[in-house]
């Protein structure tokens, strides 16, 4: 998009989860996190958790504004099907790419993080998510839409609700109702969910994620970016296309509009909590309604802060929202290469560890030094940014 195209508030709120992203995966030391900036063990919801699916929102967005303008199915449906599958298997290859970089880290001495011997490439991961909710949600729209007389584009707002509601109860009818060998049906536990089990079978435990276990190195069961919880992630990208059309519909009444829906996401969420309990790593039902309703809000708030008077503040996170995917992609490749051991006059130390003891001789608080480090790769990734920035470049797949 020209940058009269394109939606400020949503490379500012992209920007915002990029920032809280690299902020949850880089800190000086693990040990010395504060909680928020951790994921759930398991049921429940830190703020960390909230990151990937405002993304996932955001990606909707963007793909409610492209829908019909730079990606219509009707003016050139081979053209249309080319770049579809450039970006689904270009997404899913960066993803397997990065996902490498891991391997590679271990190769050159990284401690591992997985049980022994665990040295496969995973084939889920954040990338391989967006490319499949991305698929998922544009075929929704494909279903939902109606070209008009004077060739335009209408998408039916009743089919992607409806869309919407079934994939959410879909996944509580197979979460509930489908038993996995060994377990009663509905059995939620790390071991006995439906969705590890089927991640177990397509793709064994050697190429899903490393700590998804039960215990520390223990054996692997689950991958929070696998296959059949990709069906409720898909939820908050068709929330986030709605939400954009709704606001692209200029109507005075848009903003009490999308802040009632976000209110009542949030309401539905922690209502269904005691019967399908909130968990990022399942992606359960009530999962994606509570960030679903959380990002509607999120977005109003970055809609605020671009149209107040010090909308200069938001300017760092408009460049990270305008180059997102590198922005993350940098981020991987800091964050792998950073706990590879360097030789030192004190031994062989990961730059994580050196970095960590250099903000802790400045900082007495070990939690506010993890911290520190966590902002100063965020700073080093911006900078990173800045060429582009300046440029006018948005780098996109």
Same mark, same amino acid.
């Given at each position: 998009?020209?940058?009269?195209?394109?939606?400020?508030?949503?490379?500012?709120?992209?920007?915002?989860?990029?920032?809280?992203?690299?902020?949850?995966?880089?800190?000086?030391?693990?040990?010395?996190?504060? *909680?928020?900036?951790?994921?759930?063990?398991?049921?429940g919801?830190?703020?960390?958790?909230f990151?990937?699916?405002?993304?996932?929102?955001?990606?909707?967005?963007?793909?409610?504004?492209?829908?019909?303008? !730079?990606?219509?199915?009707?003016? @050139?449906?081979?053209?249309?099907?080319?770049?579809?599958?450039?970006?689904?298997?270009?997404?899913?290859?960066?993803?397997?790419?990065? /996902?490498?970089?891991?391997?590679?880290?271990?190769?050159?001495?990284?401690?591992?993080?997985? *049980?022994?011997?665990?040295?496969?490439?995973?084939?889920?991961?954040?990338? #391989?998510?967006?490319?499949?909710?991305?698929?998922?949600?544009?075929?929704?729209?494909r279903?939902? !839409?109606?070209?008009?007389?004077?060739?335009?584009?209408?998408?039916?707002?009743?089919?992607?609700?409806?869309?919407?509601?079934?994939?959410?109860?879909?996944?509580?009818?197979?979460? &509930?109702?489908?038993?996995?060998?060994?377990?009663?049906?509905?059995d939620?536990?790390?071991?006995?969910?439906?969705?590890?089990?089927? @991640?177990?079978?397509?793709?064994?435990t050697?190429?899903?994620?490393?700590?998804?276990?039960?215990?520390?190195?223990?054996?692997?069961?689950? @991958?929070?970016?696998?296959?059949?919880?990709?069906?409720?992630?898909?939820? /908050?990208?068709?929330f986030?296309?709605?939400?954009?059309?709704?606001?692209?519909?200029?109507?005075?009444?848009?903003?009490?509009?999308?802040a009632?829906?976000?209110?009542?996401?949030?309401?539905?969420?922690?209502?269904?909590?005691?019967?399908? *309990?909130? /968990?990022?790593?399942?992606? &359960? !039902?009530?999962?994606?309604?509570?960030?679903?309703?959380?990002?509607?809000?999120?977005f109003?708030?970055?809609?605020?802060?671009?149209?107040?008077?010090?909308?200069?503040?938001?300017a760092?996170?408009?460049?990270?929202?305008? /180059?997102?995917?590198?922005?993350?992609s940098?981020?991987?490749?800091?964050?792998?290469?950073?706990?590879?051991?360097?030789?030192?006059? !004190?031994?062989?130390?990961?730059? #994580?560890?050196?970095?960590?003891?250099?903000f802790?001789?400045?900082?007495?608080?070990?939690?506010v030094?993890?911290?520190?480090?966590?902002?100063?790769?965020?700073?080093?990734?911006?900078?990173?940014?800045?060429?582009?920035?300046?440029?006018?470049?948005?780098?996109?797949?």
């Amino acid at each position: 998009m020209t940058p009269r195209q394109r939606l400020v508030e949503l490379d500012v709120l992209r920007g915002f989860s990029v920032a809280v992203m690299i902020l949850v995966t880089c800190p000086g030391s693990w040990a010395f996190t504060y *909680p928020q900036l951790q994921h759930a063990g398991w049921h429940g919801w830190t703020f960390a958790d909230f990151v990937f699916p405002d993304f996932l929102f955001g990606v909707g967005m963007a793909l409610g504004l492209a829908y019909g303008n !730079s990606l219509n199915p009707h003016s @050139d449906p081979r053209a249309f099907w080319l770049k579809v599958a450039r970006r689904v298997f270009g997404l899913i290859a960066l993803g397997l790419t990065l /996902n490498a970089v891991y391997l590679l880290s271990w190769r050159l001495g990284a401690e591992p993080v997985g *049980p022994e011997g665990h040295d496969g490439l995973r084939i889920p991961g954040v990338l #391989q998510r967006i490319a499949l909710v991305y698929l998922i949600a544009l075929a929704v729209l494909r279903l939902s !839409s109606r070209r008009t007389e004077n060739a335009r584009i209408r998408i039916l707002p009743s089919i992607l609700v409806a869309s919407i509601a079934l994939c959410l109860i879909g996944y509580w009818l197979l979460l &509930t109702l489908i038993p996995v060998p060994g377990f009663d049906p509905g059995d939620l536990t790390i071991a006995g969910n439906l969705p590890g089990y089927v @991640d177990r079978l397509v793709f064994g435990t050697q190429h899903m994620w490393a700590l998804g276990s039960e215990s520390w190195r223990g054996p692997i069961f689950y @991958d929070p970016e696998g296959l059949l919880s990709t069906i409720p992630a898909s939820v /908050n990208v068709l929330f986030g296309v709605l939400a954009v059309k709704i606001w692209q519909g200029g109507s005075s009444r848009r903003i009490p509009i999308l802040a009632c829906m976000g209110l009542a996401l949030v309401v539905a969420g922690l209502l269904l909590d005691p019967v399908f *309990p909130i /968990n990022k790593k399942l992606w &359960t !039902s009530s999962f994606a309604l509570l960030t679903s309703g959380l990002s509607f809000l999120a977005f109003l708030t970055a809609a605020a802060l671009v149209s107040a008077p010090s909308r200069i503040l938001v300017a760092p996170l408009k460049m990270l929202g305008g /180059n997102a995917i590198v922005a993350f992609s940098i981020s991987v490749v800091l964050s792998a290469m950073a706990s590879v051991p360097l030789a030192t006059s !004190s031994g062989a130390k990961p730059l #994580q560890q050196l970095g960590f003891e250099l903000f802790s001789s400045q900082i007495s608080d070990p939690y506010v030094a993890s911290l520190g480090y966590a902002v100063s790769a965020l700073a080093l990734v911006a900078l990173l940014l800045l060429p582009l920035d300046r440029k006018g470049i948005h780098v996109r797949l």
